[in-house]
């Protein structure tokens, strides 16, 4: 039985319109949060090996905003890229494209963890923004931080997975044992509930990839490139949205990010990690709210019933 959504009220109150748009000549899914005639439009990039659910708490904290939360290529409910590959600049291209097929102009382009890497791609190469808002940015390249170790284990997972014979190979690839591990290595929280919650997303939704290529080639972009590569041309006034327990980029990398922006601020949550978007939600519309100067929070959803914990 899936675990207690604790945004479950919040997100219900939210009017949401799903539609699915043909981009560089394949299929996306997209969900349109809020009222149309908002005054604001934001673009919401998950990041890797998630769909638009795992931002859904964000936008439940996000009333008088129009924000549009497609599912990334090969992942969700989207098809795969068509004769392009799944790294940044196919990435760049797609939601180049998306944000034209969509007619808008200059909406809000906000993107988190590997989001924040196509994010920046995108803007620095042309697209269109009026901000650019970076949750959990990847700050640092992958292979030389402080999980580079790590991080090149977990490439020759992905390759073994891709290599393997596509039943074996697929079985590794959605292994429960290794999502589980990612889950309880990002988790931050504390609240037993909120943990259970967390892992059931993961479980439910790390898996729901469209090719063992597209996955495999969506990790080897996510470690071999970074905003910091990026952040010198954007110009638009930029938000960072991190948090001090990220085990992915510190702080100290964080605040150099920052400094390579010529208009960026920093917003450091506290007692959270590299899943802002699923502990502290709250916290991160109001510095999206107060950076915007529209939109608002709404109040607190209600707790968990004791029976849901």
Avoid at 9 to 17: G, K, M, Q
Avoid at 137 to 146: R, V
Avoid at 210 to 219: H, K
């Amino acid at each position: 039985m899936p675990t207690a959504n604790p945004y479950a009220s919040l997100l219900d109150a939210v009017t949401v319109r799903e539609a699915t748009v043909t981009v560089l000549g394949t299929s996306t899914r997209y969900w349109d949060y809020g009222p149309e005639n908002a005054t604001t439009t934001i673009i919401a990039v998950h990041g890797y090996r998630g769909e638009h659910h795992g931002l859904d708490p964000v936008v439940a904290h996000l009333s008088g905003l129009r924000i549009i939360s497609p599912d990334l290529p090969g992942f969700g409910e989207s098809e795969p890229l068509v004769g392009r590959s799944h790294d940044i600049a196919g990435y760049t291209a797609w939601l180049s494209a998306f944000v034209a097929e969509l007619g808008l102009t200059s909406p809000v382009i906000l993107g988190h963890s590997f989001g924040s890497i196509v994010v920046s791609s995108a803007v620095a190469g042309g697209l269109e923004a009026s901000r650019v808002i970076l949750v959990n940015p990847i700050a640092a390249p992958a292979l030389s931080g402080p999980n580079g170790f790590l991080s090149r284990l977990t490439l020759l997972y992905y390759r073994a997975g891709r290599a393997l014979p596509e039943r074996l190979g697929a079985s590794l690839l959605s292994s429960w044992l290794v999502v589980r591990f990612m889950s309880v290595f990002l988790a931050q929280s504390k609240d037993p509930a909120m943990r259970r919650w967390i892992h059931d997303q993961h479980h439910t939704y790390f898996s729901r990839y469209a090719t063992r290529n597209s996955v495999v080639e969506g990790f080897e972009a996510s470690i071999t490139a970074d905003v910091s590569q990026f952040a010198a041309r954007i110009t638009q006034p930029t938000l960072l949205v991190g948090a001090d327990r990220d085990p992915i980029t510190t702080v100290a990398a964080q605040e150099r990010l920052r400094d390579l922006f010529p208009d960026a601020r920093l917003v450091i949550i506290p007692g959270v990690g590299h899943l802002v978007h699923y502990e502290k939600p709250r916290e991160a519309a109001e510095a999206i709210v107060e950076f915007l100067g529209d939109g608002s929070v709404p109040g607190p959803a209600e707790p968990m019933a004791e029976g849901q914990r």
